[in-house]
């Protein structure tokens, strides 16, 4: 099992993951390019504007990690979303 400050670190390591894949979804929506190069930390891919459905999906799945993490260390919060 991890630790609290792994957890922390994979928190902090994903909301700098999501904050690209919306720079990105920005980037795409606004017309800026057509392609972006987008870099994970882990991965490099260069996206086109086809493929914004995946990136949306990506963030999607970036924020439900956040949350997953955030309830496993005892922050509880709901990154990206609403409160309910």
Known sequence: ?????????????????????????????LGGT?????????TRQSVVKLNLTELRNLESSLVSRISTLEARSGGGTSYGRPAS
Do not use: F, H, N, P
């Open 1 to 29: 099992m991890a630790t609290y400050a792994e957890i922390i670190l994979e928190i902090e390591e994903t909301k700098i993951r999501l904050a690209k894949v919306r720079t990105a979804i920005d980037e795409l929506v």
């Open 34 to 42: 057509q392609t972006y190069s987008l870099d994970t930390g882990q």
